[in-house]
């Protein structure tokens, strides 16, 4: 089949859409590994960071191997973007696998709940310490996650002010540093962290739509590939209310469809590849898709 530049469509999409294996692991991640293992005696309990939208995906796979047998609670970010249907039934299945949830929403919510369970569970430390000899101490936590799954927001919330620069770029923070909540609790931020190898490309695909990987080193037309197929699968209604798109078999009549309802045209009123990439990725970016999860439990 011929299309309007007259090239064979095969190879349009060969050319346009390459399949790229996504991987990142720049070496201030083996740093901050190394560096968390050094602190890791000062710790108390350990804040993992999970974004409420990929539940699953931005869980940092060797993280036990990281934090031991430290006391942990899993704290669910953007709680309020998630589509909580999907979403609850992922921390649902973390509850009943021992861990203790707090799902926050950042912009509106309150911390109070994670601040209590906090000072709960090292009410408990204390005790064991008292029982040693030695005296009570306020909470040293350790928190970490996946890059810009909303760590620094969090620390934010928590002392009550900008303690944490924020920013939508993964690779934001650069180094470990102590930060006072309150005479009760210190936290230790640290950078987000990946790990060195990626074989579940979807997993590494969903962390690259939610922008945890950094963008400069993506393939931008494979990640919103990516994003149309898994927004067909899981809410078509919203794929075809943006974009009129109700099959996605070929790729190349999908940035077609929404190029020419978007006006993303060149001159001759072809429509510009790269522009629909800019547009698809924006519109996700900017929630424009309505509240979304894209981890479902298997």
Known sequence: MIDNRGNKKENIQEKSFP???????PGHMAKTKREIGEQLNLVDIVYEVIDARMPLSSKIIDIDNLIQNKPRILVVTKYDLCDKTETDKILSWYKESGYYVVALDLMNGNVQGLLNLTNDIMDEINRKRVLKGLKERSARVLILGAPNVGKSTLINRLVGKKSAGVGNTPGFTKNLSWIRVNPKIELLDTPGILWPKMDD????????????????????????????????????????????????????????????????????????YEKVSDIIMNDFKSGAFGKITFDRLK
């Not at 399949?19 to 692991?25: A, G, M, S």
């Not at 996605?248 to 940035?255: P, T």
């Not at 469809?257 to 009123?269: C, E």
């Open 19 to 25: 399949k790229v294996h996504v991987n990142w692991f």
């Open 201 to 272: 490309q979807e997993v590494a695909k969903t962390l690259a739509a939610f922008s945890s990987i950094k963008e400069d080193i993506l393939n931008i037309d494979d990640i919103c590939f990516f994003i149309i197929s898994k927004l067909f699968e899981y809410y078509p209604g919203r794929l075809k209310e943006r974009y009129d798109v109700t099959d996605i078999s070929d790729m190349i009549l999908v940035y077609e469809t929404i190029g020419k309802k978007r006006g993303a045209l060149s001159r001759g009123g072809i429509v510009d």
